[in-house]
């Protein structure tokens, strides 16, 4: 049976796709904030104009493999770059922040323990879960694109930025997502 996008879960998405980039505001500025804004609202704009039938046999591919990427390649190359140092030094002027519970919370916690959800959502068949796929893959395949933009913002001759070389990979594969999640018709019905 299929989920109805009643105004409770349309509340509680939207309260989502606002909180975490509250979160990201609070712990690490103005800069990320707005990052997180393009994946988790975008996703939101996406997910609410999405069909509303997409199966977790749709998705589950190009979720493991967008999955994998984000945390094998992307993270450990921003890790070993010194992502947010270099956000640091040569856009905000802000220091980065010391560990935290909050910086935890905005970084780990919220975004990416909901993004583990949805296969737990999906398999349960919650239109939730659609919804959380939706902030993943915009997260993953046009938030992570800000990479690029980000040697523009730091006034210096265009080049690698960390985090950049994974993206590559990482984008497309979540485009594959949003392409399954907004592609699966029901059996019978033309698109």
Known sequence: MK????????????GLSILVPLLGYLYLGWFYALIFLIGYVGGFVLWLAAPKDATWASVRLPYWLTLSAFLLLHKVEEN????????SA?????????VSIGLALALLIVPVGAWLAIPLFF?????FGRFLAWTFFASMGLTELAHFIMPLLANEPYGYFPGMASVFVLAPLAW????????????????
């Open 123 to 127: 398999r349960r068949d919650h239109e």
């Open 176 to 191: 594959w997502g949003m392409w399954r999640l907004n592609l699966h018709r029901p059996a019978g019905v033309n698109a």
């Open 3 to 14: 989920q109805n996008r009643n105004l409770l879960l349309v509340a509680a998405a939207f």
């Open 80 to 87: 070993r770059t010194a992502f947010f140092d270099a956000v």
């Open 90 to 98: 040569r856009i905000t002027g802000t220091p980065v922040p010391e």
